[in-house]
């Protein structure tokens, strides 16, 4: 019952007029007058900002804001893979050899999400891994690996929030939002999916690189409004790091897993 009201309700105000209101106003200059009380709300730290608040004309200029650079050091390990995102790790895990992954105990598919059988067959018995960025944190995006781009599409229209409820009583948060999928050949000749799933009102995703070799590390968009990037990788491509846990919080650098 209760997830069948919460659907409902993001149905009736899901839709185009409001994400265009939205984003509307978060990109007008009135915006500016509240990204004090944004920060104040989000309890966003400002200290790794390269320049002050008071000089961001909009509300979105703020939300997505660069970083100094040395705040966000990459991890440099030849094998390494690193977080794209500051972001926490909602779920991990393994895909199993029926190409199905869970995220809050739903089972997703890699069907439904790749948009393509003959994908999904490639990453059955794989590893998956979700991060979660809440609306406070810096939302640009960054390679996760050195690789060459395979192939590069979208999916999906409209979009459920991505937050623990969204993930909980959404229909179909992961796989049926608007998504930016990015597959990728890793150094060890193994690939992986690099996915950007957009966020309820504000589907935006935006690509600052648009070349076909990835550079780990450098940036390659942004999101406006909170997100989540998923991240697949095929079987016996790599093994994530001990230190990865449900809940923990990654900065973009940060090793995440190894490639085998």
Not at 46 to 58: G, Q, Y
Not at 91 to 113: A, E, R, S
Not at 141 to 153: F, S
Not at 219 to 229: K, M
Request: glycine share 8%.
């Amino acid at each position: 019952m209760r997830e069948k009201l919460y659907q409902s309700l993001i149905e009736l105000t899901n839709g185009k007029w409001s994400s265009t209101a939205i984003k509307g106003f978060a990109q007008s200059k009135v915006s500016k007058k509240i990204i004090p009380r944004y920060i104040k709300y989000f309890n966003i730290t400002t200290e790794d900002i390269p320049k002050e608040v008071e000089d961001f004309s909009t509300l979105h200029e703020f939300f997505v804001r660069h970083v100094n650079e040395h705040t966000r050091p990459v991890d440099c390990a030849e094998k390494g893979i690193i977080s794209p995102v500051d972001a926490t790790v909602e779920t991990f895990g393994q895909i199993t050899d029926d190409g199905v992954f869970f995220v809050k105990g739903k089972p997703y598919t890699l069907q439904n999400m790749l948009g393509s059988d003959q994908l999904a067959k490639q990453y059955v018995n794989g590893n998956y891994i979700i991060l979660y960025l809440s609306p406070a944190e810096y939302h640009r995006i960054h390679a996760p690996v050195d690789g060459k781009v395979v192939k590069q599409y979208a999916l999906g229209k409209k979009s459920y929030p991505v937050n623990k409820l969204g993930l909980q009583y959404g229909k179909n948060t992961i796989s049926g939002n608007y998504r930016l999928l990015t597959e990728l050949q890793m150094p060890n000749g193994k690939n992986c999916f690099h996915v950007k799933v957009g966020a309820m009102f504000v589907n935006s995703i935006e690509l600052t690189n648009t070349s076909t070799d990835w550079k780990k590390g450098e940036e390659v968009g942004y999101f406006s409004f909170g997100s989540t990037v998923v991240m697949l990788f095929t079987e016996d491509s790599m093994e994530f790091t001990p230190t990865i846990q449900e809940g923990n919080f990654l900065r973009m650098g940060e090793l995440v897993a190894n490639m085998l």
